[in-house]
């Protein structure tokens, strides 16, 4: 990875997306902030650039396939290629104390609309730009509860949360499609992997009602591990800052 590498990460103008953002830069790659609000990416970026950082706005919505078109169109005119993918961009659905029996259909659409369909949409919308680098990575940001295993397991704290018919299943989709993209990458090259960051003291957790005293920065760090891995890295992976993360 050299000053030239060119890294995108979505949902970046604040919590993890921005610490990923910010460590990516200080890494001294080129990093394409991605926002749905141009005005809260470009104040992100002045935040960046204040400490010196190569870092520019992108805005994009990952549920809208005409704004992924034109990003792609844009970082083309402009890079050229593209080295590092992060889908970091996500949304909860949060609906406390809702089970999947009284779940509306209309909110599992919404949230898989962003955490999966959208993936899939930047993903391919960018696919042209990577196979262009010579060592490309993808990151997709899942999460614990996005695990199998945690959930039916009776000793694993996940087992005793609260069934969901919304956000877990989208992280568990995610990483099913994250072992379909590393499938189908690896003769190019790109490794695709999937982060566990964490809970983290972010606005994406500040409702739960749980004090969490892991920062952005920390969640932040397993994603920057695996958009850097060298050519002998893992693909089609979960992992979290303690390794592979169960199924």
């Not at 080295?83 to 406390?96: E, F, K, M, R, T």
Request: net charge negative; glycine share 10%.
């Amino acid at each position: 990875m050299t000053a030239t590498t060119i890294a995108l990460v979505t949902g970046a103008n604040k919590g993890i997306g921005f610490e990923v953002a910010a460590q990516l830069a200080a890494r001294g790659m080129t990093v394409l902030l991605a926002a749905r609000d141009a005005q809260r990416g470009e104040a992100a970026v002045a935040r960046l650039r204040a400490v010196g950082a190569d870092v520019h706005p992108l805005v994009l919505d990952v549920t809208d396939p005409a704004a992924i078109q034109a990003a792609a169109a844009h970082v083309a005119d402009r890079h050229g290629h593209l080295d590092v993918l992060v889908n970091n961009a996500g949304i909860s659905g949060h609906q406390a104390g809702e089970a999947p029996s009284t779940t509306r259909p209309e909110l599992v659409r919404e949230v898989f609309e962003t955490n999966v369909v959208g993936v899939l949409m930047v993903t391919n919308a960018f696919l042209p730009l990577l196979r262009r680098a010579p060592a490309a990575r993808i990151v997709n940001v899942s999460s614990g509860v996005g695990s199998m295993t945690h959930h039916t397991t009776p000793d694993h704290y996940m087992s005793r949360l609260l069934a969901s018919a919304v956000y877990p299943p989208s992280k568990t989709a995610l990483n099913a499609l994250t072992i379909q993209y590393a499938k189908e990458l690896g003769e190019d090259g790109i490794l695709v992997n999937a982060a566990a960051p964490g809970g983290c003291a972010t606005d994406f957790t500040k409702d739960l009602g749980l004090r969490i005293t892991r920062t952005a920065a920390d969640g932040a760090a397993i994603i920057v591990r695996l958009a850097t891995l060298g050519p002998d890295g893992p693909t089609g992976g979960f992992f979290d800052d303690d390794g592979t993360v169960p199924w």
